[in-house]
């Protein structure tokens, strides 16, 4: 599960490129997307939405320059 909106998260470029975009789905909850018997508002333990820090610290990385 790579690919998300036409483009692939493995790749540093796409992440960058899509960077905003992909923060206001995680940051929203809306991302990662839970698949049944999993949803939105009970999560997959082993694919959680992202907690408050883990978007924080993606931000910060955006914000930063991607360094």
Request: charged residues 25%.
């Amino acid at each position: 599960m790579k690919k998300f909106g036409g483009f692939d998260l493995s790749k540093k470029e796409d992440v960058q490129a899509n960077a905003d975009n992909i923060y206001d789905r995680v940051s929203s909850g809306e991302m990662p997307k839970q698949m049944p018997p999993w949803t939105q508002q009970n999560p997959d333990p082993a694919h959680p939405l992202w907690t408050k820090a883990m978007c924080d610290n993606f931000k910060a990385w955006k914000d930063g320059g991607f360094p």
